[in-house]
């Protein structure tokens, strides 16, 4: 239902942008976010996006992180500048998706994509 691309290895300082697709009988796509979970620690937010654009960001990525969707194309993007070796992590989207199939309203996590930031 979701799938996310863009992961990889970068040096410090450089830039990266994830994407994630849905795909199904999406009816509408409320709230789109990016999580992120590094190696012994809680998975946390990124950064999230309303249906009409409305963003918010962790204080450790604002001014460096932007997320911004497509609604057209069912997809969310993070574009990572100035990237840190704190953010090495596997970083999962996620989405509030209502069917149009049954019209449910149902929270989907799609498979993670790994960051490395190190030189």
């Known amino acids: 239902q979701l799938q996310a691309s863009g992961g990889g290895l970068v040096q410090p300082g450089g830039s990266l942008r994830l994407s994630c697709a849905a795909s199904g009988s999406i009816f509408v796509i409320n709230t789109m976010a990016w999580y992120r979970q590094a190696p012994g620690k809680r998975r946390e937010l990124v950064a999230a996006?309303?249906?009409?654009?409305?963003?918010n960001y962790a204080d450790s990525v604002k001014g460096r992180f932007t997320i911004s969707r497509d609604n057209a194309k069912n997809t969310v993007y993070l574009q990572m500048n100035s990237l840190k070796p704190e953010d090495t992590a596997v970083y999962y989207c996620?989405?509030?998706?209502?069917?149009?199939?049954?019209?449910?309203?149902?929270?989907?996590w799609g498979k993670g994509t790994q960051v490395t930031v190190s030189s």
């Open positions: 996620n989405a509030d998706i209502r069917s149009s199939y049954n019209g449910r309203l149902v929270n989907y």
């Open positions: 996006i309303t249906h009409v654009g409305s963003t």
